[in-house]
């Protein structure tokens, strides 16, 4: 690499002239900031302002630039120079616009500003260029696992988009559940009737498509390796096959819930069945009146919905699968539609019919399908049917139904494989010598789908009720294992027209990550992020938090415990180098160094100046926005704090807040997004790490002889605009009240 | 029980919601019913009455004939509408209350002495003798309708109106007599049976 030359960039434009002393910030870049090369512009960021720096660094071989005017996450287009590291101090959103008006405040205004320069410029100085991911791998052939409505959808679209596609399924045809049933609910205008699945046709375009490979009666034997890279061991009854790829799609769909897990519905009994099995009875019905097995025609037939799901006492399902109601609406009308005179009752508490479902639902209504609003306590068997005892809630009555059949509407469980959760204590068992656990670990292996043979175990993890999840809202295609991403009802229970959206987009996340991968790029949130980390090995401990803690399981162990970075998985939160006790891991671009030496060049006012400092690490997705929008909408806060975005509050390594509170400052904000059940974390876990550190941090605040105040965590979403600067103001109050910091002044 | 009653029973067997459909004004639409409760939410008297139209109409589905035929509740309703307007469903709530009613009185099970169904006699049997409404007989018979004495206590309780009203020649005394008709009752007593007889063939009323 040439030699670093830095350079900084003043703006006075936006007004920074007229509130700031731009002359003292120039001298501060040059003399304390030991820029080799500092200008001062009034429109940084016009044509003549960017191509200044441009010449720069064409001419005078900069490499490092500061740039002193707005925030990063402003003017990204006007200040885009791929070939040089830069860093950019935030005097606009994070001083003139936050800063309360008027002469009074102009020292410490003056002050905030300065002290920005200082920290951009000591940041530029620890910064590479990130190069990007030296193992990248440019397969981008793509498995599907799974060849039902889900995999064969992501399959054809992918194929189509032009990549290969290798289909694992374990059945000895194509079709999943799709294709045992009669019909499937209406997707298409008008939707009022039943319509025809097209699963034959589908698995045919499937099976002769050029791009296509289909491996049927088969499982994935082992998995391993990273986007762009992924070894797949494919278990046919031929034997093993090696199938080389570079994204996976997970679509291995659903089983439903077990009959006999409900006996108090009938579960088990005679003329009792679940939906999949009254799909069956209507195949082999072929359209005509529906025959029970015994053979006798069905005349009257109750669905209850809901059978062992949104169930309160923790027993069955506690979710709603949501195809569920449609299909029943759905059977009945197989029933109506043969023989109009057959009794047909839905019964639910909540008939949930999305989308188009409400035309269906008016349909089966004219066709004189009854929709009792109840709900059932007991499935009896009654002469020659079955007795339906409910509480009918419109009426506020208990009462009971006769049926020739009863149809329980039980849920879908997903095949999501192994369950970290419960994998991660047993392998820790099986470690220290159980024998029990090896034996157990043996089992749940058995249950694996994907058997990767990653650190953190061999499925997706899996977010709530065994989906393998990772967001329901904000990023409903990103799984937390990068590269993998996963397809319908595993993911989230739902029907067929939601399954092949799903596929669809599942399909279009895998080319992205492949495409991503194969020039050594980050995937979703930092998709194009070219830094990797890096671990100095020589320094490592072994101590594994980094392998444990990783969201995403990107990184392995060697033989020897050393930690084995998988770029390609990387995500680039850095929660691995908050994790490191010996600070041996770094992006080029982002380090211990780069936030520890901007934390460091903070100019430090005496303890009996009254002039507080407060550091701010924020996260750059929601908190340092929300800052940012703060001075948008003008919403003052004190000239107190000096905010440091970081990547994820994951990232935060615990000398950060030890350096801080050593060199004298009086207190730490940590500005990270929700964790816990409705997490809002970008990278899922970080702000949950985060938070499970620092609450460790008592015991160093009570080494160094300080209140327990001086380092706290704030929950903040995009939103907290006004919020945020309450915070601030509220905590500059409450540091005043406890008093500065008995550490200023030794450092 | 009565005999159209009896009937309508032995024809529907447990169908009852098949007898509203087919029998009822506007029956047709109760299967339509989502059971939001709109209708039972937006009905000014709602609460004054036996059922909601919500829960008549689940009645019906539920097969609960007795019940829903010598129910209050649809001879309560005042016609104001609200219940049409906001029904998402789209359903003639109003019509199908009125059409609830009048089954129940052609089964003649409606409530008893329902003030709305012993007015809505009298105002038919006072027209449908002559075509025309005669106020004074009308007037009286609502008066008597409760027995002899009471009548008396009712028409002197209104003497003075009804004075007032003679004076301002805006009642006839003479229309006790017979009293103005249209201009051929035969033929339009005629119309009135035929159409009954429409309506009864219809509806698969035997008599």
């Known amino acids: 690499m040439a030699e670093m030359k830095t350079a900084a960039y003043i703006c006075s434009g936006c007004e920074l002239g007229d509130k700031l002393d731009v002359a003292q910030l120039t ?13 001062e512009h009034a429109f940084l960021c016009n044509e003549e302002g960017v191509q200044m720096i441009r010449d720069d660094i064409e001419k005078e071989a900069v490499t490092h630039i500061c740039i002193a005017a707005c925030s990063r996450r402003a003017k990204t287009e006007a200040f885009n120079f791929p070939t040089v590291a830069m860093s950019r101090a935030n005097l606009r959103e994070g001083v003139i616009w936050v800063i309360a008006e008027g002469e009074q405040h102009d020292e410490v205004r003056q002050e905030m500003a300065n002290d920005y320069v200082r920290m951009g410029c000591a940041e530029i100085k620890k910064m590479i260029l990130p190069q990007g991911n030296p193992n990248h791998a440019h397969n981008k052939r793509l498995l599907v696992v799974g060849g039902g409505m889900s995999g064969m959808t992501s399959a054809l679209e992918a194929a189509e988009a032009g990549y290969d596609i290798v289909i694992v399924e374990k059945e000895a045809q194509l079709g999943g559940w799709a294709a045992k049933l009669w019909k499937r609910v209406p997707f298409k205008q008008p939707f009022a009737e039943p319509q025809d699945t097209g699963l034959t046709e589908l698995a045919a375009k499937v099976s002769a498509h050029p791009r296509i490979t289909v491996h049927l009666s088969s499982t994935v034997a082992e998995t391993s390796g ?5 070894s797949v061991q494919v278990k046919g009854a031929a034997g093993i096959t090696t199938e080389e790829v570079g994204g996976i799609v997970q679509a291995t769909g659903f089983t439903t819930y077990d009959l006999n897990k409900l006996p108090e519905l009938g579960g088990g009994k005679a003329n009792v069945v679940d939906q999949a099995g009254l799909e069956a009875l209507a195949r082999s019905a072929n359209g005509a009146t529906i025959k029970r097995a015994d053979g006798k025609e069905v005349k009257s037939v109750v669905f209850v919905q809901c059978a062992g799901q949104r169930d309160e006492t923790g027993t ?6 949501g195809h ?5 609406v759905k059977q009945a009308m197989y029933f109506k539609d043969a023989n109009p005179q057959v009794d047909t009752v839905v019964m639910f508490t909540d008939l949930r019919l999305p989308g188009m479902g409400e035309d269906f639902y008016r349909s089966a209504q004219q066709k004189g399908v009854i929709f009792t609003k109840g709900k059932a306590s007991a499935v009896e068997a009654s002469g020659d049917g079955c007795e339906v005892k409910f509480r009918d809630l419109i009426l506020d009555e208990d009462t009971s139904l006769n049926a020739d059949l009863v149809v329980l509407a039980t849920g879908q469980v997903p095949n999501a494989g192994v369950n970290l959760e419960a994998w991660n204590p047993i392998v820790t068992a099986a470690e220290g010598g159980s024998d029990e656990a090896k034996q157990q670990k043996i089992e749940m292996q058995k249950t694996s789908v994907l058997n990767l043979n990653y650190r953190q175990g061999p499925d997706m993890p899996q977010l709530k009720q065994g989906f393998a999840d990772s967001h329901f809202i904000c990023f409903p295609y990103e799984t937390r294992r990068t590269g993998i991403y996963a397809a319908g009802p595993v993911r989230r229970p739902m029907d067929m027209l939601q399954a092949t959206e799903d596929a669809t987009g599942a399909a279009l996340k895998a080319i992205q990550a492949v495409e991503n991968a194969s020039i050594g790029r980050a995937a979703h949130p930092r998709s194009g992020d070219l830094s990797f980390p890096t671990a100095r090995l020589e320094g490592c401990t072994q101590c594994k938090r980094c392998t444990v803690e990783c969201p995403f399981g990107a990184i392995d162990e060697d033989e020897r415990r050393f930690p084995v970075f998988n770029e390609s998985r990387c995500r680039r939160c850095g929660t691995c180098m908050g994790a490191c006790p010996v600070r041996v891991i770094s992006f080029e671009n982002y380090s211990v160094d780069t936030v520890g030496m901007q934390i460091k060049a903070v100019d430090m006012p005496d303890e009996f100046s009254e002039r507080p400092r407060i550091l ?5 997705n929601d908190a340092y926005p929300a800052l940012d929008m703060a001075g948008l909408q003008h919403h003052l806060y004190s000239a107190f704090v000096r905010a440091i975005p970081v990547r994820c509050l994951g990232s935060v390594n615990t000398i950060w807040i030890t350096d801080a509170l050593n060199s004298g400052y009086d207190g730490v904000m940590l500005m990270g997004c929700k964790h816990g059940d409705n997490y809002q974390c970008h990278f899922v876990k970080g702000s949950e790490l985060a938070n499970y550190r620092m609450s460790k941090i008592d015991d160093t605040l009570k080494q160094l002889g300080l209140e327990k105040e001086r380092v706290i965590t704030h929950e903040v979403a995009i939103t907290d605009n006004a919020r945020v600067a309450k915070l601030i103001n509220e905590y500059v109050e409450k540091i005043n009240e406890i008093g500065m910091s008995p550490m200023k002044g030794f450092n | 029980m009565t005999v159209q009653n009896q009937q309508a029973v032995a024809r529907y067997r447990n169908d009852f919601l098949r007898e509203v459909e087919e029998r009822v004004e506007d029956g047709e639409w109760v299967k339509m019913c989502m059971q939001c409760g709109v209708c039972a939410g937006s009905c000014p008297l709602g609460n004054a009455w036996q059922h909601t139209p919500q829960k008549l109409f689940m009645m019906i589905r539920a097969g609960k004939r007795e019940e829903v035929l010598t129910s209050d509740a649809m001879w309560m309703c005042t016609s104001c509408y609200n219940c049409i307007v906001r029904c998402p469903r789209k359903l003639p709530i109003t019509h199908i209350m009125h059409g609830l009613a009048n089954y129940a009185h052609r089964l003649n099970i409606a409530p008893k002495g329902q003030p709305t169904r012993e007015v809505a006699k009298l105002f038919w049997n006072n027209l449908a003798k002559t ?14 309708k409760d027995g002899f004495v009471q009548g008396i206590k009712n028409a002197m309780a209104m003497q003075s109106v009804g004075l007032g009203l003679v004076k301002a020649k805006r009642l006839n005394p003479m229309e006790l007599f017979g009293g103005h008709k249209c201009k051929d009752t035969g033929s339009f007593n005629k119309m009135i049976a035929k159409a009954r007889e429409i309506e009864d063939r ?6």
């Open chain 1, 27 to 39: 001298k501060i870049a040059q003399k304390e900031g030991k820029m080799a090369l500092v200008r």
């Open chain 1, 226 to 230: 990273a986007p762009g890279r992924f």
């Open chain 1, 316 to 321: 069955h399902l506690a979710y709603c699968s």
């Open chain 1, 324 to 328: 569920c109601c449609a299909t029943s």
């Open chain 1, 616 to 620: 701010i690490l924020a996260c750059e």
């Open chain 2, 131 to 144: 075509g025309r409404v005669n106020e004074l007989k009308f007037s009286l018979a609502m008066y008597f």
């Open chain 2, 202 to 207: 219809k509806k698969g009323f035997t008599s």
